[in-house]
């Protein structure tokens, strides 16, 4: 598995377990980093992209923040349970 099917798959992983709740790049980098993976947030905003990209996840503007999060889809929620991603 290469570097970024690894980032993708950490990425799908944490956007399926917090669904519906959209999760931050600097998020996801904070809880993969707890998990001892050492992804950067630039890789994961690209990887996050990519799933966009996909159909796997949406991209979503926090008003507040004006940060961009990711939120999985349906679509990518059944790719996860199917374990295809």
Known sequence: MTRN?????EV???LYAVRPLPLSPFAI???ARRAQF????KEIRAECE???GQ???LAV???ASGETKYV???RGVLEQEKGAV
């Open 55 to 57: 159909g796997l996840a």
């Open 29 to 31: 980098e904070r809880r």
């Open 72 to 74: 999985i889809t349906s």
């Open 61 to 63: 503007e926090d008003p």
């Open 38 to 41: 050492d992804f950067t947030e």
């Open 12 to 14: 799908i992983l944490q």
């Open 50 to 52: 990519f799933l966009r």
């Open 5 to 9: 099917q690894e980032i993708r798959k």
